[in-house]
């Protein structure tokens, strides 16, 4: 149990981080709130609280793995909550029945106590259940695949990544014909049952397609790229990080539309992403440049009002153009009169 929860955590908040634009760590949002990634002291939780699983449940067979995203006010208490990974209605119910008693020692931003969201993933299970099987062979394709990253071994971390997904795609696709048996029998309690568990890696899934996504673009497939992170935001369309992603494949795959489409809808998703620069970008490669310096202009202007720091990547970008003297121009000029960056410093970006 404790290695499973374990790398349930790691799982989630390895695919948490996202953001190209940095908020400043003195502002405080007006809810209070502070993103985790901003917190000189992180919370530490001080009392933890088991959910009831009563036999009556288990032995229905309903099972699952769920995560509840609690927000921890300056006192360390929980204020409320919400359900971030679903899974059936009954664990929903003992899950936040325990998550709403946890305590936490609060979060501080320097010294200061402020308030932040916690994920605290609740596992349901029998240690025999094929849930815990499918985590375990998980946990270690997921150790393979991140030291084949690490040594640059890409064949193997995608030969890997695509295990892992055929591993999430089964299990998921066991439980729907499950499901569809039982309701041809009309035995629709265990149909509901069969759906829950068949959502169990839905979120997983997700993002191991955006990993395999990730580590094509890396070796250059764009078109594999794409595909993958395609299918990620089929699985999950409110990620605006699948949008962010599949929109600057299609850059790198010269389909500058298609790049200003997905990154626009990753706003939609998120004002805070970080391909509110790739637009500005697309529209440059596509000729219209008055039309790029506006937008880039508007997005500097909001990462100053949001007091966000702008990511060293959008001027080396920029300064990629110049170097391959693609719009280079065009680009150097955005350079000095948007960025206000001086030649010496765009040299030495």
Sequence with gaps: MKITMKFLLI???????NSTMAQ????????????????TEKPVEIKRVKPEYPRSISSQGIEGILVIKVLVNENGDVEKWEVLKEAHPVLVKYASQAAVQFKFRPAKVDGKAVKVWVSIPFNFMSYSSDINSV???????????????KKEKYEQAIKDCKKLIGIYEDFEQKYREKEKKHNQKEKYKKAEIDYWKST???LSLGWKYEMLGKIYREVGDYKAAISAFQTA?????DNSRFYKNLGWAHYLAGNFKKCIHYSQQALEKNSKSGARFNIPLSYLRLGKVNKAKVLYADAKSFCEKQRFEISED??????????????????HLILEEVFGLSKSEIINL
Excluded: C
Excluded at 24 to 39: H, I, M, Q, R, S
């Design 200 to 202: 169990t890696f839905t």
């Design 24 to 39: 400043n760590e003195t502002n405080f949002p007006k809810d209070g709130v502070v993103a985790f990634y901003k917190l």
């Design 11 to 17: 799982l989630l908040l390895l695919n948490w981080a």
């Design 135 to 149: 985590l375990k062979k998980s946990q270690k394709l997921n150790e393979k695949i991140d030291k084949h990253i």
């Design 233 to 237: 935001l089929d699985i999950n369309p």
């Design 314 to 331: 959008v001027y080396k970008v920029l300064r990629y153009l110049i170097d391959q003297d693609v719009m280079a121009d065009e680009a």
